[in-house]
């Protein structure tokens, strides 16, 4: 216990729980203009505003759909009795939502939200338990077209951003779902050989795959599925090697969405990656994740779910982006891109006896939006520390209003 200005308080309570942290000062302004920056491209697009709630009935995000698993949720129970959690992903909770408030709409819907996700992180590693989403989803159409789109405004979003490397990987969940079935492997050993792709290890494959009875074709793609995506043409590599429609379908559909990128002249952006396999398991199409140069975790990443509407009543194919701002802005900060953040915040300061001059100018420039702090300086106080502050703060100027009236601009 620490003791301050005659109270008793426990220092300890100064800090925050592991997995979770303070934001404030510049780095909040910063992240608050690249979300503007983000959603209003969104708008452009097309994208309007949902709102969904911080936590939810336990069976929104249950395994079976395939999101976070249970003992990655914070969980908690109402008075009720009822076991619920906070948000792990919005995407559940956005078709829970269209599945009850545009039931009947047969045409596409086009919705973006901001909001915090809940992932317990096991020993912490250095990773945030809550984190901040931009996310768009473009539900009621299948075409590869908007997942062109979809793409694009990924690639937009982030050039908006400030940033400048960064490259989106684009695979498709039915390349590898089409590959393991052909193969007749057993669900240990689809589990075992996810984590091996994953973690691009085509030895550990071939390891894997050296007694079984596999196709010779369908062996040699899934042990070249972890570096597949730097052949020269690798879509043609699987399509010579393999039966399954599913496959054959998934690579056409990259193909088809390969053409469609070049329409939007962005294919400069995009890498294959057959080995990619979603983090998701409700993903069933084209998936991808973006990267920047020297960073491990993706900034973006989205894909086509067009099974996972059903399970809340409403039949329709969907495919998303989010945009992981927390990431976004390490990367943002390791490229040492500065974001614009406005330097026109002003301090009007009065005495007593000019409080009605420094309301009328204080009302002015609110009104012509700009920020004013209105602030009566203290007869004992030096204007040289209301200076010091200002700077501290950010600050443009000080209209400093003396005691006969006269308003002078220090600039800072």
């Given at each position: 216990m620490s003791k301050e200005k005659g109270h008793d308080f426990d220092a300890s309570l100064l800090f925050t729980p592991e997995g979770v942290r303070d934001v404030f000062g510049r780095e909040c302004r910063e992240r608050n203009i690249i979300r503007r920056i983000i959603r209003q491209e969104m708008e452009l697009y097309g994208f309007q505003d949902i709102r969904t709630?911080?936590?939810?009935?336990?069976?929104?995000?249950?395994?079976?759909?395939g999101t976070v698993p249970s003992n990655q949720m914070f969980k908690f129970f109402d008075q009720h009795n009822n076991t619920l959690v906070l948000r792990p992903d919005h995407t559940p909770q956005i078709a829970r939502c269209v599945a009850r408030y545009y039931a009947d709409e047969d045409r596409q819907l086009r919705l973006c939200y901001t909001g915090n996700t809940f992932i317990h992180r096991s020993g912490y590693q250095g990773k945030l338990s809550e984190t901040t989403q931009i996310g768009a989803e473009i539900i009621g159409d299948s075409s590869s077209d908007v997942d062109g789109e979809m793409l694009t405004l990924t690639i937009e979003c982030l050039k908006k951003s400030g940033l400048k490397h960064f490259q989106i990987d684009l695979g498709h969940a039915g390349v590898f779902r089409g590959l393991v079935r052909e193969a007749g492997l057993g669900r240990d050993e689809i589990i075992k050989l996810r984590s091996f792709i994953e973690n691009k290890n085509s030895h550990a494959v071939e390891t894997l795959l050296s007694d079984r009875d596999i196709d010779h074709g369908v062996r040699e793609v899934l042990i070249r599925l972890p570096e597949i995506f730097a052949d020269e043409s690798p879509l043609q590599f699987v399509k010579d090697r393999?039966?399954?429609?599913?496959?054959?379908?998934?690579?056409?559909?990259?193909?088809?969405?390969?053409?469609?990128?070049?329409?939007?002249?962005?294919?400069?952006?995009v890498t294959l990656d057959l080995g990619m396999l979603g983090h998701m398991?409700?993903?069933?199409?084209?998936?991808?994740?973006?990267?920047t140069y020297g960073s491990g975790e993706a900034i973006a990443s989205g894909g086509r779910y067009d099974a996972l509407m059903a399970q809340f009543g409403k039949?329709?194919?969907?495919?998303?982006?989010?945009?992981?701002?927390?990431q976004l802005m390490e990367a943002l900060s390791t490229e040492k891109v500065s974001v614009p953040v406005p330097h026109e915040d002003i301090l009007v300061l009065y005495r007593s006896a000019n409080r009605s001059h420094a309301i009328e100018l204080t009302k002015k420039l609110r009104e012509s939006g700009i920020p004013a702090y209105l602030m009566r300086k203290n007869a004992e106080t030096h204007l040289d520390d209301y200076k010091a502050y200002a700077i501290r703060r950010g600050l443009k100027e000080i209209r400093y209003i003396d005691d006969t009236g006269e308003e002078s601009i220090i600039s800072l």
């Open positions: 709630p911080s936590y939810e009935f336990f069976d929104i995000f249950n395994q079976e759909r393999v039966h399954d429609e599913e496959t054959l379908s998934a690579i056409d559909r990259l193909e088809k969405l390969h053409e469609i990128l070049e329409g939007f002249d962005m294919h400069s952006y398991d409700y993903y069933t199409g084209v998936i991808f994740k973006a990267y039949d329709a194919p969907a495919v998303g982006v989010v945009f992981l701002l927390d």
